[in-house]
């Protein structure tokens, strides 16, 4: 019984991240404009990946700070941290699935 709850929960948990998901990216696509949001977007996997490579000794809210950091400096200050999170939580939820599927 536990272990069909818990599979119930883990899917009712990805069923609600995939939709928000869609949702905070079309509303960032509004907010941003959509020729910037893939540059934005590829930015932040890079910032995520170059983090993860240059500080592995970091835990995962420590290396979410720098990484928001980094992505608003590199874009000038023309995202807001709110926008960079959740552009940086879209690629680590891209990165982790491609990690998944090799």
Known sequence: MDTTL????LSLITVVI???GGYLI?????KIGSENINSYYKMAKQVVMAIE??????TG???KDLALKKLVQLSNNKISEEQADILIEAA???IKKLLSSN
């Open 53 to 58: 490579q240059a500080n592995p000794q970091l």
């Open 92 to 94: 680590i939820y891209d």
């Open 18 to 20: 995939a939709l928000g």
């Open 61 to 63: 809210v420590d290396k």
């Open 6 to 9: 818990f599979n119930l929960l």
């Open 26 to 30: 079309s509303f960032l696509k509004h």
